[in-house]
């Protein structure tokens, strides 16, 4: 098992893996030439895991310079159960820390339990009830 940056190439053989995760949504942001931004934005912090040359999961991340901000971390089906998700958390939390990042979020569908369960089994993450979250998307005219 090997943990390393995402390149762009790996787009497609993320976008795969995302669309056939149950709790993952796919956004307009995660299209190509978004999703490249993202990783130039914040180099060397969205992870994959590769196990014989296969993509297997993956975490996206970034950061604000105050805060950390997870997405989609997946590990394939199949791979589930041996450490993957653990690993790539720990390592890419280890990252943010190096650049001054002690604090992170994780955005998580409710209705997917096995992400529910998974950030509660977490030592350390609680679910937050003192706030709620709004978003937007601007759209050009």
């Not at 805060?67 to 958390?89: K, S, T």
């Not at 650049?99 to 096995?114: M, T």
Request: neutral net charge; charged residues 20%.
């Amino acid at each position: 098992m090997s943990i390393r940056p995402i390149a762009p190439a790996d787009h497609a053989a993320l976008v795969a893996l995302w669309r056939r995760t149950p709790g993952i949504r796919l956004r307009p942001e995660d299209a190509f030439t978004p999703f490249c931004a993202y990783l130039a934005r914040n180099p060397g912090l969205s992870l994959a895991c590769d196990i014989e040359g296969q993509l297997v999961g993956c975490v996206m991340a970034g950061h604000d310079g105050r805060r950390g901000y997870l997405q989609h971390l997946v590990v394939d089906e199949p791979w589930r159960g041996r450490g993957l998700a653990q690993a790539l958390l720990d390592e890419v939390l280890t990252r943010l820390a190096a650049l001054g990042i002690d604090k992170s979020h994780v955005f998580v569908v409710r209705d997917a339990q096995q992400s529910m369960d998974f950030w509660r089994a977490q030592g350390g993450w609680a679910a937050r009830d003192d706030i709620q979250v709004f978003s937007t998307t601007v759209v050009e005219s």
